[in-house]
């Protein structure tokens, strides 16, 4: 359970879209705690920080589409000891204003909390300008930031939740829409910083963060139905700090990782997982799959998934390819245990 | 109300005073940015020895009035004066810009007591102090947010954006000062990226325009005496300034944005300031 006492289950939270959910917590933890302001840049609605809007009007500053300002606003207003919630596109947050959000709340590491809707490809639609495949590397780069990508809207309350009880700044990339829920309540013990273990497997361990766990979690379910596989899962929802215990785990006792996540393969999930084995010495076979190094195609987010690879299918193709390989049989293997 | 004529000798004693600190902390740190410290310095003297509450043994103190000094490459100029009111040693400015002092070119607000904002990149003042303003607004406190602000920083689209906001959300518990000097690192600031209608600008952005000689005392406590008070709109103060004013050889000169000094042009400027002041 929250420490906050803000629970939430699929009977709550039916029938909204993710950035709703975020809406609905974001008011019930105003409700008992004054400190909370918000802003969004022309983006309340889209965002649906326009519920807190709606329900605290002289806690709400709408900065117009000045998202430099917006966050120059909001470290102001974090110093004289308020806790704003800012939400505006994740395009945006972590790029139209990136040096805001470095120099001016990360470095004196203040209380802003970032709400970034419209994140990786969930915005396919609207093509290159609205997607944001970028955001998980550049906010890892700042120092103080913590950053989550929930899996779904049940773990997005955790998220905001804990992102308040976090001192500091916290990054929080949500996606358009409407997510498929992955869990029914909020209390399988959410912990910013901790993987969630969603299966246990001793053959291969997928890790994944935002959409790509649900997917991960359904492709793992048929792997070992159909192929015999044993696979873990893991839910990766923080990627700063990320969760080095459950993946040097997954290294001494799978020895297959392979990440799937909604943004470039540079600097994201699948490059915080790779810093860390790698600087274990430990030998693993390691894929990660994301958007390769280029700007995503347009389309509906569901096929974004399946042409960039973390649709349930291509998750169960590309384990069975990387299961097919001989690690095992290269020469040195056991020597590097 | 007008300054007494002991307030005004105290308070020219005291720029004659900074403008020499300010001299010697170029000399230790190698170099700095002096021709707009010494633009500022009667902007800075009249708020930190009139007008601002503050208390430099509790820099914390939460009623304090908050200063941004967002034109942040000001530090040689700056960091004398808060030296001065007790923040820290006057003794730590002689190691400005060495390997872990707490004092770089731009002062860090994370390290330096009395610094409430981390600035040098240009822009980011204005919108911080609006933050700060309607944060002790939202709240019901009673300080007020002063930022001084460059010329040429009004180049920077977030200002205006800031400066938008401001008259929106009628902040006028702000009180923000532009130094004027005309110059930026590369040439005057009409032939770099003209600002001018500068006061116009403003003006079609809500706010109230309160134009001054920055270097004379009684107009700038006026103004700020009249910003302190305005209730309707946000007050801009734009302080018309000489770059390098009181060192003949920097005097209006952009070369002088940043520079160095050897022993000889240290005296030399030092004899300039005090020349000025005997006349004065």
Redesign the interface.
Known sequence: MAADGLTYTIVDTANMSTAEIYGKVLCDLAEKHNDI?GLSADLAKSTKIGQFAAKFP??F?N??I?E???????????????TPFVSTFAVFASLRAA??VR??IC??NLNVKIIATHAGTSFGQAGTTHHCTEDLAVMRSFANMVVIAPADGIETANAVIAAYEHKGPVYIRINRGFDPFLYEKTDYGFQIGKAVQLRDGTDITIIACGAAAYNAYHAAGILEKEDGLSVRVLNMHTIKPIDEEAIMKAVMETRRIVTFEDHNIYGGLGSAVAEVIVKSGKACAFESVGIPDEFAIIGLPEDLQNYYGFDQNKIIEKVRQIMGKDFEQTEDWEDEV | MPLSNEELQKFKEKACQIRKDTIDTVYWAGGGHVGGSLSFTEIMVILYYKYLRIDPKNPQW?DRD?VVVSKGHAGVGYAPILADKGYFPKELLKEYNHTGSILGMHLD??KVPGV???TG?L??G???????????R??N?SWL?YCIMGDGECDE??VW??A??AA??KVTNLITIVDRNRMMIDGPTEEVMRLEPFADKWKAFGWIVKEVDGHDFNALADAIEYAQKEDKAPVVIIAHTIKGKCVDFMEDKYEWHYGGLDSEKVELAKACIDKHYCEM
Do not use: C, W
């Open positions: 302001v002289n806690r500053f900065a117009g000045a430099q300002n917006m966050f120059g606003m909001a470290a102001g207003l974090a110093k004289s000891g308020l040096e805001q120099t001016d470095y004196p | 939460p908050r607000g994370n409430d904002a981390s990149s822009g980011h204005l919108p911080i102090s609006v933050g700060l303003a309607l944060g002790a939202l709240q406190k947010t689209g977030s954006e800031a938008m906001a929106h959300y």
